[in-house]
């Protein structure tokens, strides 16, 4: 029988099975081992060692290759791996990922954001499908949630004021934050357009200069910039208006970021560039879920930890088919 590898090595095991006769009714029968199941031709430390293994970001067929099993060994000792869906917690934030199992392309994942651990995975994530997910929750255990945390989705708001009503919906702060970002992206893409090929190329380059903190630049790239503002009004205001708004969302004043949040989606919509008109009208269409974000701090960075761990998962098995072993493979790996 195959036991645990040793220093790289395979290990086989001889076992002499003892056979015994009953004296009273001449019945025979073999010797029972702790470590080896009936009819196994591999220890129960090899199978250990397999689930151990597939804990780690390695696909199956490197664990094969590693237990000196077949990969179809592998599979079928994973299968007897399940995992039950925990309780909903006091902050759920939930997201989508690009899994492309044979439920579809996306996927949901439901992430307790203060233990950080991963309550479901959900085979898509469209509407009718997280209806029927959460009907089948009790309605004592989704009214505990006091804090439901996603992106700029409304599904997800709909979802929650629908089956969470005692919960706070909070925006993730990543999420509202890029969006000043883009605008601003957006406005030295169109301003390169109307200028001389090599002027174009340098303001391509330098997009970090404008994007980055200004306090946190070196002198010579505060000059840099400082010119680069000078080309065009639009751009130079474009460039204030991204300051003001990372210092609102740097402050730890509640009411100093809510009441600047109002000045600043003032005078985004006053500014005259259509980029910025753009952020502000979405601001003004998410004020009380980004307000929240501020007063209560919680965001989806565990929930973004997990999707990147699942990308990487996905990557070197080459994509998983199989919804049911996905789920369990990622809740393996990250719990």
Known sequence: MKDLPIHNKNVYLVLKKRRYVCPRCNKRFYETYDFLPRYYRMTNRLAFFICQQLTKLINMTSVAKIANVSVSTVMRIFELVNYDRLTLPKVLCIDEFRGNAETGKFQCILVDGEK???IDILPDRTQSELIKYFKQIPRNERLNVK???CDMCRPYVDLAKTFFPNSVIIIDKYHFIRQVTWA???VRK????????SLRKYYKRSRKLILTRYY???EEDKKAVDLMLLYNDDLRTAHILKEWFYEICQSDDYSYQCSELIKWIESAECSGIAEFKKCANTYKNWINEIKNAFRYGYTNGPTEGFNN???VLKRISFGIRNFKRFRNRI???TN
């Open 116 to 118: 950080k651990k991963i």
């Open 147 to 149: 804090f439901f945390v």
């Open 184 to 186: 601003i992206e957006n």
């Open 190 to 197: 169109r301003l390169q357009k109307s200028m001389i090929p």
């Open 216 to 218: 946190k630049l070196k």
């Open 309 to 311: 761990k699942i990308k």
């Open 331 to 333: 809740i393996h790996c």
